[in-house]
T-cell receptor, first 113, second 112 residues
Framework: DAGVTQSPTHLIKTRGQQVTLRCSPI?????VSWYQQVLGQGPQFIFQ???????GRGNFPDRFSARQFPNYSSELNVNALLLGDSALYLC????????????FGPGTRLLVL | SQQGEEDPQALSIQEGENATMNCSYK?????LQWYRQNSGRGLVHLIL?????REKHSGRLRVTLDTSKKSSSLLITASRAADTASYFC????????????FGKGTRLHILP
């Protein structure tokens, strides 16, 4: 079975632009979470979706939004990009919501110039 | 505030030695997990320990959890070059919006 996939792998944007990142979970997994990882730090939780509903939100501004589709894939949108949004964005899927064991994708590396 | 805090921040040991990493956290949790990350790639889940468990083993990995001290440790025995990576603990609190909190990680380097 394929693991979690993310696209694109790399992305370069300029300040003020908008970006959409995509994630496909492992087949059968209904929960998708998004993380931001700045160089040298641990992943910071952004959102969790389960069965197409938001089930968790980290401490990120409203410029960050996400959604989950009927096939359980997900998109993360970031508006009005800032230099500080440069990071590795990780998507993780899990079979159930209850325990939090997650399977991570390879990430999308975003550079904002 | 960040839940998990690993120490040491970096660790270098000889191949074959054991590596121990520690994680401290601040509030009650449902479970604690350890993950490995190679060279800025995606994280790999290693082991989950529930709040009512004290010790868990998986191959060369041994995890302990002391809820009274709000701390956990990860022991890797008989280290190998392939164990070179960053290791993160993550605390899970299911009744919170910010359910899963990762620490800053321990960078482990195995010397040949």
């Amino acid at each position: 079975d394929a693991g979690v996939t993310q696209s694109p792998t790399h992305l370069i944007k300029t300040r003020g632009q908008q970006v959409t990142l995509r994630c496909s979970p492992i087949s059968g997994h209904k929960s998708v979470s998004w993380y931001q990882q700045v160089l040298g730090q641990g992943p910071q939780f952004i959102f969790q979706y389960y069965e197409k509903e938001e089930r968790g939100r980290g401490n990120f501004p409203d410029r960050f939004s996400a959604r989950q589709f009927p096939n359980y894939s997900s998109e993360l949108n970031v508006n009005a990009l800032l230099l500080g949004d440069s990071a590795l964005y990780l998507c993780a899927s899990s079979l159930v919501l209850s325990e939090g064991t997650q399977y991570f994708g390879p990430g999308t590396r975003l550079l904002v110039l | 505030s960040q839940q998990g805090e690993e120490d040491p921040q970096a660790l270098s040991i000889q191949e074959g030695e054991n590596a121990t990493m520690n994680c401290s956290y601040k509030t009650s949790i449902n479970n604690l997990q350890w993950y490995r990350q190679n060279s800025g790639r995606g994280l790999v889940h290693l082991i989950l320990i529930r709040s009512n468990e004290r010790e868990k083993h998986s191959g060369r990995l041994r995890v302990t959890l002391d809820t009274s001290k709000k701390s956990s440790s990860l022991l890797i025995t008989a280290s190998r070059a392939a164990d070179t990576a960053s290791y993160f603990c993550a605390t899970v609190r299911m009744n919170r919006d910010d359910k899963i909190i990762f620490g800053k990680g321990t960078r482990l380097h195995i010397l040949p």
